[in-house]
């Protein structure tokens, strides 16, 4: 095979179709209690804990929540639902890493994003590239 992997080692073992956010520190995955949600949005992120990789969790700026399981798509997918409802929204979790910052400024949202791999299918016209 002389020509490169189209694939990050990521990419192929973890499922995601987007570059995996680095893990932020700002809590570990099953601190449940560090979320900056509700106690309904923390009982929503104990569901997506137990749910299939690849997966992502993301807040809106009015403290709700969107969640994505066993898709490759998952980050853009919750990012997508945010844009949809028209509300700023970033990343809090991506697989079992928290992505989250404290500061807006460094957090995951849309226009962070960045693709690795093809689609593995046709996103609406609202999709993130």
Not at 32 to 57: I, M, T
Not at 92 to 100: S, T
Request: glycine share 6%; aromatic share 10%.
């Amino acid at each position: 095979m002389d020509s490169a992997l189209s694939l990050s080692h990521e990419a192929r073992f973890n499922g995601h179709r987007y570059a995996l956010p680095p893990d932020s520190g700002f809590a570990a995955a099953s601190d449940v209690a560090a979320l900056p949600l509700s106690e309904k949005g923390r009982e929503r992120y104990q569901y997506y804990l137990k749910q299939g990789a690849p997966k992502a969790f993301a807040i809106t700026e009015k403290r709700g929540w969107f969640l994505r399981s066993d898709d490759s798509e998952a980050m853009a997918v919750v990012l997508q639902h945010c844009q949809r409802a028209k509300v700023r929204c970033w990343l809090y979790a991506v697989d079992d890493r928290v992505v989250w910052a404290r500061e807006a400024e460094g957090r995951t949202d849309a226009g962070k994003l960045r693709r690795v791999a093809p689609p593995t299918r046709a996103l609406s016209a609202a999709a993130i590239d």
